[in-house]
DNA sequence: CTAAAACTGAAACAATTGTTGAAGTCAAGC
DNA sequence: GCTTGACTTCAACAATTGTTTCAGTTTTAG
């Protein structure tokens, strides 16, 4: 009841087990080991994909996402939350910054050739 | 001097020559061959791999962006490029609503996990 | 005519984000 | 203790967007 299998981990979080297994390989959610080689995660894995499928929303790719994480203690207080929230909320930010740009190169009535 | 090779092409719109190749592959641009076989563009070629990279900006795959330009005829007049126009712009302003909808549930005040 | 520069296709490689399949191992219930 | 479902690793595959390298061909300038 402490710790979850890959499988408790995918339907929890709505991912595949083979991407739970991909995300843990690539550092994102962290595994103890069974005595048989077996993944267990801590309570919070489900809740770091469901972070990383959101950060994935915004855009950022698996290794930003890992470092993001990084900065996410196992039992995070308001303040580990507010800086993840920060950064997110950042990062949509400078993207929504740049599709405007592009939409203002857009519509500067230059033709499109000179952009 | 009608016609341009891809190492014009590659100058003249600021991509690789490789680039080049492979948007000729994948049908972004068209190419006439010489008894030797090799492209030649015509000279709107540069023009439209340029309007491929602003499509790119705004995050069109290349699949989309070379239906984006079968709509451009080799003349394009301007209700031509105003078509363009319009679909790059609905499709940047898709791509933020997208953003903006990620960010609302960022800040929905429910927890990261719960989205 | 010849030498150099640019071109050719084909294939391998690269990063990204996983999925699929095979063969084998572990865990849980009965 | 046996069966069954879930798990394991490893490798191959997939799509995307090109780059690199190879050996060979064409074009162009002189």
Do not use: K
Not at 34 to 57: K, M, Y
């Amino acid at each position: 009841m402490g710790t979850l299998t890959v499988g408790e981990v995918a339907r929890e979080s709505g991912v595949s087990g083979s991407a739970i297994r991909f995300y843990e390989r690539e550092g994102l959610i962290a595994a103890t080991r069974t005595s048989g080689n077996q993944r267990r995660f801590e309570s919070d894995a489900a809740c770091r994909v469901r972070v990383a499928r959101v950060a994935q929303r915004i855009g950022l790719s698996v290794g930003e996402i890992r470092d993001l994480l990084a900065a996410l203690p196992l039992e995070p207080d308001l303040a580990d939350w507010q800086t993840l929230h920060d950064r997110l909320t950042a990062e949509a930010e400078r993207r929504i910054a740049e599709l405007h740009a592009a939409l203002d190169d857009i519509r500067s009535g230059r033709r499109l050739c000179d952009l």
